[in-house]
T-cell receptor
Framework: EDQVTQSPEALRLQEGESSSLNCSYT??????LFWYRQDPGKGPEFLFT???AGEEKEKERLKATLTKKESFLHITAPKPEDSATYLC??????????????FGKGTKLSVKP | DTEVTQTPKHLVMGMTNKKSLKCEQH?????MYWYKQKAKKPPELMFV???????INESVPSRFSPECPNSSLLNLHLHALQPEDSALYLC????????????FGSGTQLSVL
């Protein structure tokens, strides 16, 4: 069964304290792994798409990496404005159509000044 | 323009009311989606439209009725909802390839009394 598991559920960091969020997945034939950021009461905001093991993408203080079993979202020197829930999602199944995403439960990140 | 616009932002309705949620995008996307998100849970897919035709209905109760009048607009008609239907309703759009990223709107926060 296709599955996405994110850890930890919640992470509290001090401003400037770097860390990583984990997304492990089991899916038959990965066709894309997505990272989104979601602020309370808002829709998810796209961050990255990763397609193959070894791929890395960066945006400001965020860097996403992908292996055959998991993805990491590294946050370097975070600021309070990075506080949000970070969602990981994969495309469901080998025959899945567009939008057929499986989301993880998310990691709620809090960055204190 | 990379926005998906949803109206209204907030909606309170009784169980006998009929209301509609609206979604609009002008990115030329031919796939549009409705997701439902309960508090502290990931988004759950409800419906997918591809080229204005319903392509996925995730066994959603008939009290939710989607409509795609044209390639830019998506509606969700609500009738005889239950209190457990209270949630954040998210609209999204994307290109029609299976690995396209989704652009989400800010959502409609629905409360059913």
């Amino acid at each position: 069964e296709d599955q996405v598991t994110q850890s930890p559920e919640a992470l509290r960091l001090q401003e400037g304290e770097s860390s990583s969020l984990n997304c492990s997945y089991t899916v038959s034939g990965l066709r894309g792994l997505f990272w989104y950021r979601q602020d309370p009461g808002k829709g998810p905001e796209f961050l990255f798409t990763l397609y193959s093991a070894g791929e890395e993408k960066e945006k400001e203080r965020l860097k996403a990496t992908l292996t055959k079993k998991e993805s990491f979202l590294h946050i370097t020197a975070p600021k309070p404005e990075d506080s949000a829930t970070y969602l990981c999602a994969v495309i469901r199944g080998a025959g899945g159509s567009q939008g057929n995403l499986i989301f993880g439960k998310g990691t709620k990140l809090s960055v204190k000044p | 323009d990379t926005e998906v616009t949803q109206t209204p932002k907030h909606l309170v309705m009784g169980m006998t009311n009929k209301k509609s949620l609206k979604c609009e995008q002008h990115m030329g996307h031919r796939a549009m989606y409705w997701y439902k998100q309960k508090a502290k849970k990931p988004p759950e897919l409800m419906f997918v439209y591809s080229y204005e035709k319903l392509s996925i209905n995730e066994s959603v109760p008939s009290r939710f009725s989607p409509e795609c009048p044209n390639s830019s607009l998506l509606n969700l008609h609500l009738h005889a909802l239950q209190p457990e239907d209270s949630a954040l309703y998210l609209c999204a759009s994307s290109g029609v390839s299976a690995n396209e990223k989704l652009f989400f709107g800010s959502g409609t926060q629905l409360s059913v009394l």
